[in-house]
């Protein structure tokens, strides 16, 4: 008599995102509640966003303006991806569009990273024929474009487009939609107009209100569910490394693993030295 098929182990995802969450508890409620509607039975995600307090006195969006404060912020998130692995986290889902650390965060933990934006893209191909980003920060159009010419996809994609808003206009969007919504479907048609056949809500915010909203598609063209583009990349991936024992590249000066020693020995020189 042939034994049982054993069960795969539930699967645990960590969730990075780029706002303090404690500050917008609709948002994270939000993150909760459609990451339970769309993964697996049985995967769980832990939901994280930055420190309580990373941004007083400041906005998420004014840091990613800037190369360099982009930079100091973008050490946390690759802290807690090396935190993940070592907590025994399956994969990585990193929510920010830009994908700040995707690369360097897989030389050093061997769990899958995605990043929202590399997953949206390529899910965006499946999904049609060339795809648009759209982003409320002007400064994001700049590193979008070049993300787009980093993985290949210059072929399969429109002309980014700004959407004319503020961003105290987003943070009030779980309480005052329309607005955020309207200005939203305006860009669409410009990036319809454009030649575009699938829309990318260019903030995981963005992407949630537009979500909670139900707004899946704008004249024909599918708007990509953005949590579900980088939850789902990462629960495939993790379950094939576990099932499948596919994981990603070691090799080149993006994929070698750098000795722990080195790693911990430059963390103590550059990060806890006064």
């Not at 990613?64 to 993940?84: G, V």
């Not at 049609?128 to 072929?155: C, H, K, M, T, W």
Request: negative net charge; charged residues 25%.
């Amino acid at each position: 008599m042939s034994e049982p098929a054993r069960r795969p182990r539930p699967l645990r995802i960590w969730y990075q995102g780029f706002l303090d969450l404690e500050t917008v508890p609709p948002y994270r409620d939000s993150l909760a509640r459609h990451a339970a509607a769309i993964l697996r039975p049985g995967t769980e995600v832990a939901i994280h966003g930055m420190p309580p307090g990373s941004f007083s006195g400041t906005s998420p969006a004014e840091v990613a303006r800037h190369a360099y404060t982009a930079a100091l912020y973008t050490e946390q998130l690759i802290t807690n991806a090396r935190r993940a692995e070592a907590e025994g986290y399956d994969a990585v889902a990193i929510g920010i569009v830009q994908n700040p650390g995707l690369r360097e965060m897989r030389t050093l933990v061997d769990i899958p990273v995605v990043g929202y934006g590399e997953s949206a893209m390529h899910l965006a191909c499946l999904l049609g024929r060339r795809f648009s980003v759209l982003a409320f920060n002007p400064a994001l159009l700049e590193l979008l474009e070049e993300q787009i010419d980093l993985y290949g996809l210059r072929s399969r994609a429109a002309p980014t487009v700004l959407i004319e808003t503020e961003y105290e206009a987003v943070a009030r969007g779980f309480e005052e939609p329309e607005p955020l919504v309207a200005a939203f479907e305006a860009a669409a048609r410009r990036a319809l107009e454009s030649g575009a056949d699938v829309l990318i809500p260019g903030q995981m915010v963005l992407a949630e209100i537009l979500w909670q909203q139900g707004l899946r598609r704008t004249e024909g063209a599918p708007v990509v569910d953005a949590l579900a583009a980088a939850l789902k990349s990462a629960e495939l991936l993790a379950e094939l490394r576990r099932d499948s024992g596919v994981w990603h590249s070691r090799r080149g000066f993006w994929g070698a693993r750098p000795e722990a020693s080195l790693v911990e020995a430059a963390r103590e020189r550059y990060l806890r030295s006064p």
